[in-house]
Nanobody
């Protein structure tokens, strides 16, 4: 079984930055693939970043150039660096990782961008 613990969310002013972390523990050899999703109130969950086992990253246009996904394989941790945040970035952020053939979800961390 794999457990994911997210951290780093909080309240930030527009234009500010946050770094989210997703630490995996349990029966892990390596994280094959990882995604970060977010869900704003009243909206569907949307993918905001993904990273392959080889390190290839992808972002939707809404966050491209502002968000950066990365991973530390030695720590089994995935990060999401978020810069130049806007109120539209507000929501609950979830990490989603694949270990072996199984996908796992974190519990979510709230990000609120407001003045």
């Amino acid at each position: 079984q794999v457990q994911l613990v997210e951290s780093g969310g909080g309240l930030v002013q527009p234009g500010g930055s946050l770094r989210l972390s997703c630490a995996a523990s349990g029966s892990i050899f390596s994280i094959n693939y990882a995604n970060w999703y977010r869900q704003a109130p009243g909206k569907q969950r949307e993918l905001v970043a993904d990273i392959s086992g080889g390190g290839t990253t992808n972002y939707p246009d809404s966050v491209k150039g502002r968000f950066t996904i990365s991973r530390d394989n030695a720590k089994n941790t995935v990060y999401l660096q978020m810069n130049t945040l806007t109120p539209e970035d507000t929501g609950v952020y979830y990490c989603n990782v694949r270990v072996g053939s199984q996908w796992y979800w974190g519990q979510g961390t709230q990000v609120t961008v407001s003045s």
